[in-house]
């Protein structure tokens, strides 16, 4: 058996020494990486502004722009084959719907529409001391219908709590057939 190198064997050896000098590591430095730098602050600007570290909601607005970026990105430039690609991008939509309730706090409002609005609104009555106190002015019917709103919203926001995280760290399958596009870590195109 002959082995034989061919000539662009020898240019990937140089293209390899090239890439690994000092030289190509600034030049790629101002080329691709400040340029990438400078276009991601670009594009998580909103969310960057409004980062405060004692909060996770902030964490989840970033991980939703992420998640619209690389689902737009896969949707319009993705070279994966349509079936599993559209897998894929029907959880990340999800993924960021449920996100963009969660960062909402909608829960209430679309329990509300489902099963009418909370009856009696707050009042307040002014105390001796210039202070206001809530008064109930709630009849018993009411009391049971905001408890109910309250507790099916309660209920949903938990179902859609699990579920994220369910998405994010996707379902176990034994073939390929029944993957469901879950599992955040095969999101890649």
């Given at each position: 058996m002959?082995?034989r190198?061919?000539?662009s064997f020898f240019?990937?050896?140089k293209r390899?020494?090239w890439q690994?000098?000092t030289t190509?590591r600034?030049?790629?430095?101002f080329r691709?990486?400040?340029p990438g730098?400078?276009k991601?602050v670009?594009?998580f600007?909103?969310?960057?502004?409004?980062?405060r570290w004692w909060d996770?909601?902030f964490?989840?607005m970033?991980l939703?722009?992420?998640?619209?970026?690389q689902?737009?990105?896969?949707?319009l430039k993705?070279?994966?084959?349509?079936?599993?690609l559209?897998?894929?991008?029907v959880?990340?939509?999800?993924t960021i719907?449920?996100?963009?309730?969660?960062?909402?706090?909608n829960?209430?409002?679309?329990?509300?529409?489902?099963?009418?609005?909370?009856?009696?609104p707050?009042?307040f009555?002014?105390?001796?001391?210039?202070?206001?106190m809530?008064v109930?002015t709630?009849?018993e019917e009411?009391?049971?219908?905001?408890?109910m709103?309250?507790d099916?919203?309660h209920r949903?926001e938990?179902?859609?709590?699990?579920?994220?995280?369910e998405?994010?760290h996707?379902?176990?399958y034994?073939?390929?057939k029944?993957?469901?596009g879950s599992d955040?870590?095969?999101?890649?195109?």
């Open positions: 002959q082995v190198l061919q000539d240019k990937s050896l390899l020494k690994s000098s190509y600034l030049y790629s430095l691709y990486r400040l730098f400078i991601n670009w594009r600007r909103r969310e960057l502004w409004q980062h996770y909601s964490t989840l970033m939703k722009r992420s998640l619209e970026i689902e737009k990105g896969m949707r993705g070279v994966e084959e349509s079936r599993s559209e897998k894929r991008l959880k990340m939509r999800r719907e449920l996100i963009n309730n969660r960062l909402e706090d829960y209430i409002q679309r329990i509300e529409n489902e099963y009418g609005e909370l009856i009696s707050l009042n009555e002014e105390t001796e001391d210039g202070d206001y809530l109930d709630e009849t009411e009391k049971k219908h905001t408890k709103i309250f099916k919203a949903l938990q179902k859609e709590w699990k579920e994220l995280w998405i994010i996707g379902k176990k034994k073939h390929y029944d993957w469901d955040l870590r095969g999101w890649w195109d």
